[in-house]
């Protein structure tokens, strides 16, 4: 994977389709982030990030605090730039 800041790892994980759980395998994680930046451009995860966010407030917050937690425990060594 080329060289992609934590910010993007993270709105590339919210757009999955993966259900918020405590306990996903780094591989896992690592792999649909993968499979997302490969079918989407980060562009394109901001704003569904953002959309989310005004459509579901309730669960906005829960979800982006899953990923940020997720893509620090697989990618601990990517900057935050």
Not at 27 to 32: C, F, K, L, T, V
Not at 52 to 81: F, M
């Amino acid at each position: 994977m080329s060289e992609v800041a934590k910010p993007e790892l993270v709105q590339a994980l919210f757009c999955s389709p993966l259900p918020v759980t405590a306990d996903l395998p780094v591989d896992s994680i690592r792999a649909e982030i993968e499979s997302i930046l490969k079918a989407q451009e980060s562009s394109g995860c901001l704003c569904d990030v953002a959309q989310e966010a005004g459509d579901h407030p309730e669960t906005y917050l829960d979800r982006i605090r899953w990923c940020i937690s997720c893509v620090q425990k697989a990618y601990p060594q990517v900057g935050a730039a």
